[in-house]
């Protein structure tokens, strides 16, 4: 029992530790104020890293979603500053192109066996290019609708605030963790990165799950990009670059085995949480350059892939 | 007995691959109730038969028939579902999920769209209770040994309204109280009107639990017969294909070999792979394993060149103790080895004759030292002309090469690094007849050069033919060593029946 969630718990240990470290040092990490901001900041990554974890978890990869943000971004803001469109019909429609994409990467990896890397590359690409067909500028979104939603938030004690957009991720984790772990969907998830062929013999439908699993992550990444443009009021085709990469690691940090079968949703809550609060304490430390958030990222990437390594190896032995 | 109704009736099933015809007009008959020995060496056409019943493979033409009804598996998940379930050797299940998923995914208890998580595992545990198994059915399957995991397996398919069990080669990875346990189950299941086959190599297991046997040969049915009264000796010889012969065959005169044995392997073994056993192997001798398919002689050859490690015992070269934990050792130690599986394990297909011929030489010295250009082509070339390999020049492909050649270059690339003791598995298998006769002068030339052979073959003719001694083995172990006038195929053929 404890040996099988072993990579969360330490996952947590890390974040744990690692707050611990933070708070002895700026005795103001333990503010509402702080945590509030670092749920905010970290929404949109939160949400795209849900979707990521299911990709993961069947053994594949998501490179689209980063694009599929800034796509969704770009889209906003045309319709809605240059076109006019109402913001939630345009919302609406949005995901739904979104999942189309999704669904047709998903289609395009079963039908032909291509290998998921490839497809999402591609898709990455498409969805980038797309951004610079509808505009090449940074076009921001002034309609109202964008201040009533970017309001809303409870108050917490200590003078922080519980955003909508951090609901909404949060939201999208406990939905993410119903779906992971307590639906057929998810158990056929875990089948499909446990052994494709097995998965397949004992009857899962491999077709629908995997188109499934790409739409949700290109849902996921467009509702991801929704609240990246609250969060910055703005649609621009070079925003969320790499974004998918930070995804990846969120996961992985997470304690999701990248080649599928193992892991949880809540672990990559963690992940997400550990990246955000590296990143606050390079901020509050000030005279450190931001860029020490990716070489921090980095080191405990390594560590904990080659931990997993150790890990899986380890339970080979005991059997 | 009581004749129990015909549960499963193929007639006539036939099934061809590009040059080889797998299932030529095969009959098949299994009664409810009953357990069904499925039996045959390498190429026999088991496989094959299985894999079209289950739809894996669509077959050319014949008939099958469940329960009197026609039909045809489109995939493996369809044949379970018309009552058709499999369990292969490699327990396919998904080893990352929890016990009661795997027997529940797909057809999980739910409510509301959720799993009903709690009443999965009660049912799970109901489930395994009735085959005996009292375990935590919320742990990941890969906790589990291999004997539970298969018995989940046969859970999982019986649960799922299978009237046919399919156990392919299910005993193999097992130890003897696990595999007690596993009867049990068979018989328990058999009580219940489920009719199962059984493929298996183990002679003792067939006695020991099946009802009836049918034997198929490349690809053609040999017979089917109820096992009570059936002799062991019979059995052998339809497995085998061939009678008792009245005439002895004659050997290569040769003197018997004496002398310090090169190699020697003193209750050398691995547990769950191969019994311990004694081997010696002298300077100019050849020493032929001999048994049926499963029976250890792979094994066998893999814990002498260090492929498995073994787990007791002590081996020697010229007396003096030696550690061969990985081939590495062994190649250090001058021995060599070609495997039996020529494609996958032996060459380089995409590499030229000359890279292949070269590839153990050049792993000797170390990649550091290459051997260079020159000295590559003289070597590859002095083999070629030396074993007669036919290719247009030492540059070509390997894999464009017949068999029988590709053969031989794999024999050049250990004849090229000078070994004292070379294991052969199965040199000639797939290879025309000319090509046979061939290699088979070839390992009585570099006997007499003094070089010491373990050679494994199928062939009994062909091994008594060129062995000084050969070692029989059955259910992996060695179990009598012939020497001397005992070198026969039809000696070797009771000895495998057990006699």
Known sequence: MIRRHLPVLITLAVFIVGY?????????????????????????????????????????????????????????????????????????????????????????????????????????????GLCFVLTTDSIPINAPAYGHIADIAFALPGGGRLTFIAIVMLLTFAAGIVLAHFTRFGTNVYALGGNRTSAELMGVPVGKTTIRIYMLSSFLA?????????????????????????????????GTLLTGGYGTIIGTLVGVLIQGLIQTYVTFEGTLSSWWTKIAIGALLFAFIVLQRGLSAASLRTR | MTEQPQLLEIRGLTKGFPGVQALDHVDFTLHAGEIHGLLGENGAGKSTLIKVLTGVFKRDAGTIRLDGQKIEARDPADALSLGIGTVYQEVNL??????????????????????????????????????????????????????????????????????????DEPTASLDAHEVETLFKILRDLKSRGIGIVF?????????????????????????????????????????????????????????????????????????????????????????????????????????????????????????????IATPRDAARLQFGFTPEDRKTEGIVAELSVR????????????????????????????????????????????????????????????????????????????????????????????????????????ELEEIASYSDRVVVLRDRRHVRELSGSDVSADTIMTTIAGH
């Open chain 1, 20 to 128: 611990l470290i933070c708070l002895a040092q700026f005795p103001s990490f333990a503010s509402t104020r702080v945590i509030g901001n670092l749920l905010t900041d970290n929404a949109f990554l939160g949400i795209v890293a849900v979707g990521m974890t299911f990709v993961i978890l069947s053994g594949g990869i998501d490179l689209s979603v980063g694009s599929v943000i800034a796509f969704t971004g770009v889209f906003l803001a045309v319709s809605i500053e240059k076109y006019g469109l109402n913001p939630y019909l345009a919302f609406i429609l949005v995901l739904c192109i979104a999942s189309l994409f999704g669904a047709g990467m998903g289609f395009l990896i079963h039908t032909f066996q291509i290998p998921a890397f490839i497809v999402t590359l591609a898709g990455m690409f498409l969805a980038r």
């Open chain 1, 222 to 254: 467009a509702v991801a990009g929704i609240v990246f443009s609250f969060y910055t009021s703005a649609g621009y085709s070079l925003a969320a670059t790499g974004v998918e990469l930070d995804t990846i690691a969120a996961v992985v940090i997470g």
């Open chain 2, 94 to 167: 998904l080893p990352n999920l929890s016990v009661a998923e795997n027997l529940f995914i797909g057809r999980q208890p739910h409510r509301f769209g959720l799993v009903r998580t709690g009443e999965m595992r009660r049912l799970s545990e109901e489930l395994l209770a009735g085959y005996g198994l009292d375990i935590d059915v919320a742990n990941p399957l890969s906790t589990y040994s291999v004997a539970v995991q298969q018995i989940v397996a046969i859970a999982r398919a019986v649960d799922l309204s299978a009237k046919v069990l399919i156990l």
């Open chain 2, 199 to 323: 493929v298996t190599h183990f002679l003792d297991q067939v006695y020991a639990v099946c009802d009836r046997i049918t034997v198929l040969r490349n690809g053609h049915l040999v017979g089917s017969r109820p096992i009570a009264g059936l002799p062991r000796i019979e059995l052998v010889s339809m497995m085998l294909g061939r009678e008792l012969a009245a005439e002895a065959l004659h050997r290569t005169q040769r003197g018997t070999v004496t002398g310090e044995p090169l190699v020697a392997f003193k209750d050398y073994g691995k547990r769950r792979l191969m019994e311990p056993f004694n081997l010696t192997v002298r300077p100019g001798e050849v020493v032929g394993l001999a048994g049926l398919l499963g029976s250890g002689r792979t094994e066998t050859a893999k814990l002498v060149f260090g492929i498995e490690r073994a787990d007791s015992g002590q081996a020697f070269v010229h007396g003096r103790t030696v550690r």
């Open chain 2, 355 to 458: 890279e292949n011929i070269i590839l153990a030489l050049q792993a000797q010295r170390g990649w550091l030292r290459l051997i260079p250009r020159r000295k590559q082509e003289e070597i590859a070339n002095r083999f070629i002309k030396l074993l007669d390999i036919r290719t247009p020049d030492a540059e070509k492909p390997i894999g464009l090469l017949s068999g029988g050649n590709q053969q031989k270059a794999l024999l050049a690339r250990w004849l090229a690094t000078e070994p004292r003791f070379l294991i052969l598995d199965e040199p000639t298998r797939g290879i025309d007849v000319g090509a046979h006769a061939e290699i088979i002068r070839l390992i009585e030339r570099l006997c007499e050069d003094g070089l010491a052979l373990l050679v494994i073959s199928s």
